[in-house]
């Protein structure tokens, strides 16, 4: 089994900038798809963001397409979200995730499909 740790969460204004990481451990996630959620009190879980197992492909929410950033180095069992232009609705907890066996995948949106998740890091940006 994988274990994943999320790190980089904070308080930050309208406009700045945080870089989440993701820190896995027991089992290396080289095979695996990964995927950054987020979810705000009352709503549901929603994707953000999502790479494929070689990092060689990328996919977005389109409320953060452009300002987020997904990468991955799989030689640290790491992987990254990088936000910019953070807007108060970006405000939830983010949890990252893996999905084994994802080679057939067509999608990488929904959270049923990650078999692996982090614990969760608050990220509050203020108005």
């Known amino acids: 089994q994988v274990q994943l740790v999320e790190s980089g969460g904070g308080l930050v204004q309208a406009g700045g900038s945080l870089r989440l990481s993701c820190a896995a451990s027991?089992?290396?996630?080289?095979?695996?798809?990964l995927g950054w959620f987020r979810q705000a009190p009352g709503k549901e879980r929603e994707f953000v963001a999502a790479i494929n197992r070689l990092g060689g492909s990328t996919y977005y929410s389109d409320s953060v397409k452009g300002r987020f950033t997904i990468s991955r180095e799989n030689a640290k069992n790491t992987m990254y979200l990088q936000m910019n232009s953070l807007k108060p609705e970006d405000t939830a907890v983010y949890y990252c995730a893996a999905a084994f066996d994802s080679n057939y995948f067509t999608t990488y949106k929904f959270a049923g499909q990650y078999d692996y998740w982090g614990q969760g890091t608050q990220v509050t940006v203020s108005s």
């Open positions: 027991g089992r290396t996630f080289s095979s695996a798809a």
